[in-house]
């Protein structure tokens, strides 16, 4: 870069130097919300000229020189800093976290590391397509030693994908000195993949940053940059490095301070004079005073909408094409299977995900089954690393694909417990609509089958339905997972249907499948005396408690909620009108769980309250693991008997 290119270079460097020393008086004197400093990483500025347009960028929280080059307005920087209604986020999350999809530039989740995963999903949906984009993904030192990190690099080199991991090196993560713990250094990595540079010397990194795109373009798979550089600021406006950093050490960063360097060359060299760089920094001052004090002046987010884009508007879902089995009684994993291969047929956006989907075995419990054979590398067996899945599917939606993912079992969603409540629930709120998270995960769920034991059997929707973003649904009949996965699949939000596991190969007459809207319960028996609510395996309780009472002459109403969220909380409230009595009937545990939700739900709103003619009961089971002697699972999972128990304790 000579002359003039680099006077302007200097320019931008000094701009966004310029924004971090406003963000810095601005907190100080108690305005905005957060500023971590990127003071010492402006070279990284460099880097925009190696990419293109439609690339994409995966940042973590330190770039603003990347968003800048990436075509992030100042403006915009500013309107997200004070959080104004027009950030980024409608004021909803913290400066320099909030992407923009027009200038494909992924949100940033704080938890460091949160973001390798959707970027490979993103790699590898470019790659599937052909395209000739790629993806930057970036990433703090300290954060390469996030076990997702790890993950990220071994399914993009398992797949040859498009992507660099950007390892912004400063040598600390907040106080702590990286260089004892860096994996590259160690190194875990191998060496054929990792280039390291000098990110002080903005003509190397730039030399570095153009080889290894051309290269990731041209198909050679995933590459490591790894760029030392130096944090000259704090970690943030809340921590004082001085605490931890000795004077020299402080000193001689500054000596080595890459913008003044530049700064002090160009002088030297005669490119420009002692008072046009002092023209240059005073009209950086003044173009980014100007900004903020623009941001500063406009209007504060609107509590009134703080509740929207947390899902996608409602619509309801197209009817799917026929898929009733003819003249064989229906099973819930033939359902399944059937809904699958309609969708893989109808859209091609949609691509199956999941460990041992494929041909032969076609997923362990067979929903899968055939179909890889006929959507060849459209369904497609995952590496045993649930945040993975889930992780690529956030990155495959980016990407504009529709994946559907299964989780072999409920009980190791929680591997992916990150991923999920970090990004899928948040990505569509955070961003006030800018990017979204379209995906379907189901996982077999729930207990009353033999022997399953603690990691086999849990039934934990409550964990699921604590996050915000995310619908759940668990069907109980074949027409209404047929009808939920449609619409789930259907859908722009992210969705998680648990299928309980006793239930899938049971043999039932079903009507023809028709789209499920989520927040649709249905009545399985209508009755006026006490309404029973569940949910799933205990749908099935709840109906043969009813119909045996129905025997003494009492009569009972069985709501299955089928979707958890949204929940359908006005046929409950109407059956209750009726009855005046509750009974919730649930497998999961009790504090914390649905079934306190529900009766939470008609209990503290006044004009629900004043429906009840008797206290509400809840079946669960009791604070306790599902064990493994049917013995001991029996004696903490509701049965018929206990459901009876609680309907007639209402009725006395
Ligand atoms: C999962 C997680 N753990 C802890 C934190 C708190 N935290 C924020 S930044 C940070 C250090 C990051 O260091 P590094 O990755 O080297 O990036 P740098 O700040 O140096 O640019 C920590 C521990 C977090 N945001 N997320
Ligand atoms: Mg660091």
């Not at 907040?174 to 004892?180: A, H, V, Y």
């Not at 749908?539 to 979707?563: F, H, K, N, T, Y």
Request: glycine content about 8%.
């Amino acid at each position: 870069v000579a002359g003039n290119a680099e006077k302007e270079f200097l320019g931008q460097m000094l701009l966004c130097r310029e924004g971090d020393r406003r963000e810095g008086i601005l907190l100080r004197q108690g305005r905005g919300w957060i500023n971590f400093p990127a003071l010492g990483h402006e070279t990284l500025m460099v880097l925009a000229g190696s990419l293109s347009a439609t690339d994409l960028l995966f940042p973590y929280f330190r770039d603003r020189p990347l968003m800048l080059s990436r075509g992030m307005s100042h403006l915009q920087l500013a309107r997200d800093f004070f959080a104004t209604s027009s950030s980024s986020s409608a004021g909803r999350n913290w400066n320099l976290q909030n992407g923009n999809r027009a200038s494909g530039l992924f949100s940033v989740a704080t938890p460091t590391g949160a973001q390798c995963l959707p970027a490979v999903g993103a790699a590898w949906g470019i790659k599937l397509r052909g395209e000739q984009r790629l993806v930057l993904c970036t990433i703090g030192d300290a954060a390469t030693r996030e076990g997702e990190f790890y993950e990220a690099v071994c399914f993009a080199v398992q797949l040859a994908l498009p992507i660099v991991f950007l390892v912004e090196d400063n040598g600390y993560g907040i106080s702590t000195l990286t260089r004892d713990m860096l994996p590259l250094r160690f190194p875990v990595f191998d060496s054929s993949i990792v280039t390291r540079v000098d990110g002080r010397d903005a003509q190397e990194l730039s030399r570095a940053g153009a080889e290894i795109f051309s290269s990731v373009r041209g198909g050679a798979g995933p590459r490591i940059l790894w760029v030392e550089l130096d944090r000259i600021g704090s970690h943030s406006n809340a921590d004082d490095h001085r605490v931890y950093r000795t004077p020299e050490d402080l000193d001689q960063m500054v000596k080595q301070d890459p913008v003044e360097r530049l700064a002090r060359r160009l002088v030297e060299a005669g490119e420009m004079t002692r008072e046009e760089l002092e023209a240059m920094r005073q009209e950086a001052a003044k173009r980014i005073a100007d900004v903020y004090q623009q941001a500063a002046g406009e209007p504060g987010p609107d509590p009134s909408r703080v509740m929207e884009q947390l899902y996608a508007p409602e619509a309801p879902p197209p009817q799917p094409p026929p898929l009733r089995p003819d003249g064989e009684p229906a099973t819930l994993a033939g359902s399944i299977n059937r809904v699958l291969r309609a969708s893989l047929e109808q859209d091609p956006r949609v691509l199956l995900f999941g460990q041992d989907v494929e041909d032969p075995k076609g997923g362990v419990f067979k929903l899968t089954r055939g179909l890889s054979s006929q959507f060849p590398g459209r369904v497609v067996n995952a590496p045993l690393a649930e945040a993975t899945i889930v992780g690529a599917a956030i990155g495959l939606a980016s990407a504009g694909f529709k994946p559907v993912i299964e989780i072999q079992f409920v009980d190791f969603l929680n591997v992916a417990f990150n991923q999920l409540a970090s990004q899928v629930s948040t990505l569509r709120w955070r961003t006030n609509g800018d990017w979204t998270c379209p995906m379907v995960i189901y996982a077999p769920y729930g207990a009353y089958t033999r022997g399953g034991g603690l990691w086999h059997s849990q039934s934990n929707e409550g964990w699921w339905a604590h996050l915000p973003g995310i619908r759940v649904a668990v069907p109980s009949t074949p027409e209404d997972a047929a009808g939920l996965f449609w619409a789930a699949i259907q859908g722009d939000d992210p969705s998680l249907i648990l299928v309980p596991k006793r239930l899938l190969f049971e043999r039932r007459e079903a009507p023809e499948y028709a789209a499920v809207p989520f927040g649709r319960a249905a009545i399985r028996r209508t009755g006026t005396d006490v309404t029973v609510v569940a949910w799933g395996n205990c749908v099935q309780l709840a109906c043969s408690a009813a119909d045996q009472l129905a025997g003494e002459g009492r009569s009972v109403e069985v709501i299955d909620l089928r979707s958890l969220v949204p929940c359908d909380w006005a046929t409950v409230e109407d059956s209750l009108r009726k009855t005046g009595r509750l009974v919730v009937v649930q497998e999961d545990s009790v504090t914390c769980s649905f079934g306190q939700a529900v009766i939470s739900a008609m209990t503290t709103e006044p004009h629900r309250f004043d429906l009840f003619l008797a206290q509400p009961r809840l079946v669960s089971r009791p604070d306790v693991h599902i064990p493994v002697h049917p013995d001991l699972a029996a004696a903490v999972l509701p049965d018929v008997e206990r459901v009876v128990e609680a309907i007639l304790s209402t009725l006395r």
